[in-house]
Structures are given as C-alpha cells and as structure tokens.
T-cell receptor, first 110, second 114 residues
C-alpha cells in the first residue's frame, strides 16, 4: 500500500474550516484515498473516500489533486467534537486491510 | 443505523490466561477484521476473515491468536496464553462484499494483562 504523509498536529478555531493535508506521492491508479478519524481511544470512524474526483458528504469534503499525489480533507465548520486524530489511508482494492499511520491530531479550540 | 458491537468493553486478565473477545459485525457484511492499538501507538492490522477462513494475517497474529465465526452473527478473537504485551485496545471491523466497500469499526475492547 502507498505510504501517506500527514502533519502530526494542527489547530483550528471553532466554526472555521479545518483543512487537513495528506501526501501520497506513490499512489497508483487503482488505490483509493480513505479518511478515518479516532476520537480518544474509540474505534476509528469512517469519514469519506475517493479515487479521482472530489467528494462531499454530510461530514466533510475530500479534494484530490489532478495528479492524485495529494489530497485535503475539509471540515467546513469545525466544532469542539471534531477534535480527534485524522488518518489518511491509501487502500488497494484487493485485500481490504487498512494500514494506519500516525495521523494528524486536530485540536479545535474555542 | 447498523453498527459493529464488541464485548466486553473492558477485560482484565492474568498473564497466561486465555481470553476471547467478541464482535457482532454489521448483519449483511461478509468481510471481518481485527486490529489492535497499543496505548499511544498506531492502529495495527491483525487479521482478515472471509468465507470462514483467514484471508490475510499480520506477523503479530502468531499461533497464540485465533479467530472464529461460531455462528451467523458473532466473530471472535481468542488469545490462548496472554502476555503483558497483549495489553491493548482491540477493534473489530466489517465490510460488505464489494472490494471498494468501507470498513466500519466497533468501539473496541480494552484488554489489560497483569
């Protein structure tokens, strides 16, 4: 699976957009970009995933660059409850296991 | 909304004892996984299970570990003789049949080996 690189930590003001970057320069054509988050020691929570096109759901937006070497997760109006570790994972179709890195620890501050 | 459930939420055991961690995956899902997370460390893949057999396992998943789907709803992880270093959060996950389908995680079982 492709390696991903994320900043170890970020701060965001409550109510502002949180933009979490991820580099995946070795991604190949059949690999999807997944985002999960983990609040305290709870189970990882699925947020969004994409292949080539930008995606949006009720939780977030995912922007993938045209060359697919990087992506950005956008939480449009961050709340205190969005404080968590956010993981960017590149997953091949076959197999299905997820390989977690260290993620980005997002702190949303009042 | 369907969710993965796990029991117990916490388990304390003595070193050398056997433990069984239980998971009820989402009902129509066919692929099942166990992951673990040692305190302060990354979430690590242990094993994946499909069609009543292990499809992939990590090097962590040695002979002390086994998985089973004893009936149509439960998915279990057994550790035969626990060691101190088995202390961790254990997460179960499941997904539907399509290769692109998302994995959904349970809340985890916190295992403490004394």
């Amino acid at each position: 699976d492709a390696k991903t690189t994320q900043p170890p930590s970020m701060d965001c003001a409550e109510g502002r957009a949180a933009n979490l970057p991820c580099n995946h320069s070795t991604i190949s054509g059949n690999e999807y970009v997944y985002w999960y988050r983990q609040i305290h020691s709870q189970g990882p929570q699925y947020i969004i995933h994409g292949l080539k096109n930008n995606e949006t759901n009720e939780m977030a937006s995912l922007i993938i660059t045209e060359d697919r070497k990087s992506s950005t997760l956008i939480l449009p109006h961050a709340t205190l409850r969005d404080t968590a570790v956010y993981y960017c994972i590149v997953r091949v179709e076959k197999g299905g296991k997820l390989i977690f890195g260290q993620g980005t620890e997002l702190s949303v501050k009042p | 909304e369907p969710e993965v459930t796990q029991t117990p939420s916490h388990q304390v055991t003595q070193m050398g004892q056997e433990v069984i961690l239980r998971c009820v995956p989402i009902s129509n899902h066919l692929y099942f996984y166990w992951y673990r997370q040692i305190l302060g460390q990354k979430v690590e893949f242990l094993v994946s299970f499909y069609n009543n057999e292990i499809s992939e396992k990590s090097e962590i998943f040695d002979d002390q570990f086994s998985v089973e789907r004893p009936d149509g709803s439960n998915f279990t992880l057994k550790i035969r003789s626990t060691k101190l270093e088995d202390s961790a959060m254990y997460f179960c996950a499941s997904r539907d049949r399509g290769q692109r389908e998302t994995q959904y995680f349970g809340p985890g079982t916190r295992l403490l080996v004394l």
